[in-house]
C-alpha cells in the first residue's frame, strides 16, 4: 500500500526554471494539500483541492499552479523558480470525512540557485 | 501573525521520565486540535486529536490536554521512550470535516529523549 508517493525527493533548479512536483495517492481521498516547510518554520499551504477538478489557494500560492484533473492525482508546477521558493514540499491528503489526519508523502526537497 | 505557537523549538528529556510539549493558539474559531510527528527525512504522520468539546484524550502513553480559555494545549508523553526522538507540530483547524480543508501548523518542538 503506497498512500502518498512524491516525486523527486531532490531537486537543484536554476533560477528562472520551471518544473513540476508529482504527487500521488492510492486511498482514493478526497482532500488534498500541497505544503512546504521552510527551516524552523511550520507547514504553510500551498495549494489544497477538494476533488478531481476543484482547486484553491492556501496561505502561500504566489508562484505555484495546480491541477487536478484525478482523484489520485495532485500536481504542482512551479514557474520561473526563485530562491525564496527553496524549501521541503509535503503533499498529503485525506478521505472524505476530512478529519484532519492528514496522511503526507516523504517530501520533496528543492534547492533553488 | 503566527495563528499556532510552539514557543519551545527543543526539548531534552531522560528517557522514561515525562515529555510536555505545550502549544498556544490565538484564533478562537480554532476547535480541533490535531498532534504530528516527523521523523528526519520522512513526512508528518498523525499522533493525536482533541475536538474542542473536550478537555483531555488519551491513547497509549500519548496524552493530550486542551484549555480553552487558556487557548493552550499540550502533549504529555509517558514514558518517553527514545523512538519518540522526532519533531512535533501542533495543529489547529476550524472544524473537522469543514470543507475549508486548512490546518494551521505551529514550528514545531524538537523532542529528544537520551537514555
Known amino acids: 500500500n503506497a498512500g502518498v508517493t512524491q516525486t523527486p525527493k531532490f531537486r537543484i533548479l536554476k533560477i528562472g526554471q520551471s518544473m513540476t512536483l508529482q504527487c500521488a495517492q492510492d486511498m482514493n481521498h478526497n482532500y488534498m494539500y500541497w505544503y512546504r516547510q521552510d527551516p524552523g518554520m511550520g507547514l504553510k499551504l500551498i495549494y489544497y483541492s477538494v476533488g478531481a477538478g476543484i482547486t484553491d489557494k492556501g496561505e502561500v500560492p504566489n508562484g505555484y499552479n495546480v491541477s487536478r484533473s484525478t482523484t489520485e492525482d495532485f500536481p504542482l508546477r512551479l514557474e520561473l523558480a526563485a530562491p525564496s521558493q527553496t524549501s521541503v514540499y509535503f503533499c498529503a491528503s485525506v478521505g472524505a470525512a476530512n478529519t484532519g489526519e492528514l496522511f503526507f508523502g516523504e517530501g520533496s526537497r528543492l534547492t533553488v540557485l | 501573525d503566527q495563528q499556532v505557537k510552539q514557543n519551545s523549538p527543543s526539548l531534552s528529556v531522560q528517557e522514561g521520565r515525562i515529555s510536555i510539549l505545550n502549544c498556544d493558539y490565538t484564533?478562537?474559531?480554532?476547535?480541533?486540535f490535531l498532534w504530528y510527528k516527523k521523523y528526519p527525512a520522512e513526512g508528518p504522520t498523525f499522533l493525536i486529536s482533541?475536538?474542542?468539546?473536550?478537555d483531555k484524550n488519551e491513547d497509549g502513553r500519548f496524552t493530550v490536554f486542551l484549555n480553552k480559555s487558556a487557548k493552550h494545549l499540550s502533549l504529555h508523553i509517558v514514558p518517553s521512550q527514545p523512538g519518540d526522538s522526532a519533531v512535533y507540530f501542533c495543529?489547529?483547524?476550524?472544524?473537522?470535516?469543514?470543507?475549508?480543508?486548512?490546518?494551521?501548523f505551529g514550528r514545531g518542538t524538537q523532542l529528544t529523549v537520551w537514555p
Open positions: 482533541i475536538s474542542s468539546i473536550k
Open positions: 484564533n478562537s474559531m480554532f476547535d480541533y
Open positions: 495543529a489547529a483547524s476550524e472544524g473537522r470535516g469543514s470543507t475549508l480543508g486548512r490546518l494551521y
